[in-house]
Structure formats: structure tokens, C-alpha cells
């Protein structure tokens, strides 16, 4: 299902499926939409396996129809949190996100229940002190995905960071630049399965 929700005083346009299991929060990168995920043919994947989740098109994205836009990591992280309630209720999710959007599922995580991260490249994830302290708290799985090109983000600050994760894992996605899930969709797809299994 499209449509639009409104939440922490933003309205975006989202597409979710309600079905039984843990649901899954998907937040793009700052120069994406929620299109994103249909292009790379995750969305139908989800569909044909009946698993449920919730794209959201983010407050902060350049292209995104949001009203208002805005880089506030708060109300991101209460949009994404108050739109995935309004959809599943008081239940748990898995996060997904990708460099900006990857961070602010780290800062969801450091104030809400999670099952689990799949972040791609987070950027700040380092620079943010009070999440770095938080980090010892995460006793949930985390991926962390990082493309052998990147340009933005160092393979040693992805290696940082899941060190500094209790529970976690890089995932190097060899000929892939920072938005290594467009590049490698199919590997990105099979790792968000494998993840999503482990933790039902």
C-alpha cells in the first residue's frame, strides 16, 4: 500500500505491507526516495514473501515529497519512529538504513527498541559522542555494509564501528561505491534475508 502518513509534524509519502512477522523500517540515503528500494526490486521480493515493512520517504531527502523538509536528526528519528507506529502498532522492528538514513537508524536504535540494524555506510557514526556511548548497549544483530569504492566513508571507520558493536558484522561488497545496496542489490537482498531469518 501508498499513501501518506503524517507524523512528528511531517507529511511523506510511504509504502508499506502489513502482514505477520517482524517488520522492517527502510530509510534511503539523503539524494534517494523511497523509490530506491522498488529499483533495486527489494520491494518485490518483500511483497512475494509476505513479509512486512515500511519504506518511508524521509524528512531530510533532497528529492523526497516531504512537507516540511528537514535535516533535524530529532524529528527524523521521531518521524521514522512515530510513522512506523501509526503502521505496526507497539511492535519491534528491524531497521535499514543507508548513509544518512543509516544513521539515523543507529540514533533510533539508541532510543527505541530494535530486533536489529542493516545499516549501509552510516555517516557520522563515529562523530555523534553520545551514540558512540550507546553503542555498548546494542546486544542486538547489526550488518554493517560497506562498498570496496566508497569514496565518502573509509573502510577503517566501518571497521571501527563494528568493533565498537557488540553483536555485529562488516559486509564488504567488493566493486561497490557508498550506495553499495544499488550496486550489489542482490547481495544486498540475500545479506537483509539472512539477517531478517536469524532474528524471527
Not at 502482514?19 to 521480493?45: A, C, K, M, R
Not at 515500511?54 to 523526497?64: T, V
Not at 536528526?73 to 528491524?94: C, H, S, Y
Not at 562523530?127 to 547489526?142: A, G, I, Q, T
Request: aromatic letters at 12%; one cysteine or more; hydrophobic letters at 40%.
Amino acid at each position: 500500500m501508498e499513501k501518506r502518513l503524517v507524523a512528528a509534524g511531517c507529511n511523506c509519502q510511504a509504502i508499506y505491507n502489513k502482514s505477520s512477522g517482524i517488520p522492517i523500517i527502510f530509510l534511503h540515503g539523503l539524494s534517494y526516495t523511497i523509490e530506491i528500494w522498488q529499483e533495486i526490486n527489494l520491494v518485490d521480493v518483500l511483497l512475494k514473501k509476505q513479509l512486512p515493512f515500511l519504506a518511508l520517504d524521509m524528512p531530510y531527502g533532497f528529492k523526497s515529497q516531504c512537507q516540511p523538509k528537514t535535516r533535524d536528526i530529532q524529528t527524523n528519528v521521531d518521524f521514522a519512529f512515530e510513522a512506523f507506529t501509526k503502521v505496526f502498532g507497539q511492535t519491534t522492528p528491524l531497521v535499514v538504513g543507508a548513509s544518512l538514513g543509516g544513521y539515523i537508524a543507529l540514533k533510533y536504535a539508541e532510543r527505541f527498541p530494535v530486533k536489529g540494524l542493516l545499516v549501509v555506510a552510516p555517516a557520522n557514526s563515529l562523530d555523534d559522542k553520545e551514540l558512540v556511548k550507546s553503542y555498548n548497549r546494542f546486544d542486538f544483530p547489526v550488518r554493517v555494509v560497506w562498498g570496496s569504492l566508497d569514496s565518502l566513508i573509509s573502510g577503517e571507520e566501518m571497521r571501527t564501528l563494528t568493533d565498537r558493536l557488540p553483536n555485529s558484522k562488516m559486509l564488504v561488497y567488493e566493486g561497490a561505491a557508498h550506495s553499495a545496496y544499488q550496486d550489489r542489490p542482490l547481495w544486498f537482498i540475500h545479506d537483509l534475508l539472512k539477517l531478517y531469518a536469524s532474528i524471527e
